[in-house]
């Protein structure tokens, strides 16, 4: 991993080469963070470019994680800037159980 310059506001790396927590990875897809884990525990992530904290935290360059995303669709929720997921200061309320009775309900089985 590349250290950051000692000059106030200066790096020795690019935006692409930005390091990405699962954290990071999750706010810059638009994915809760338990997705993000789900998807690295499934060995369904890149490998990551670094481990640090003991080979404890994974960390990805964001050109890695852009580049995987946008070959897996997971892209989507970037480009409609919506959430993967609704929260409760979404004001969004589509395909609510809410809005359904008992007997609009078809059972095949």
């Not at 360059?61 to 897996?72: F, M, R, S, V």
């Given at each position: 991993m590349v250290a950051n310059n000692r000059e106030y506001n200066s790096t020795t790396w690019n935006e692409d080469d930005d390091p990405l927590s699962i954290y990071e990875v999750a706010n810059l897809l638009n994915f809760k963070e338990s997705t993000v884990s789900s998807w690295r525990q499934r060995h369904q992530m890149p490998k990551p470019d670094k481990m640090v904290s003991g080979?404890?935290?994974?960390?990805?360059?964001?050109?890695?994680?852009?580049?995987?995303?946008?070959?897996?669709?997971?892209l989507i929720n970037i480009s409609n800037n919506k959430?993967?997921?609704n929260t409760e200061d979404d004001n969004i309320n589509t395909n609510s159980l809410q809005e359904y009775n008992v007997g609009d309900l078809e059972w095949n089985g």
């Open positions: 080979g404890k935290t994974p960390l990805w360059k964001k050109k890695t994680i852009l580049d995987w995303a946008g070959q897996t669709g997971r959430f993967a997921y």
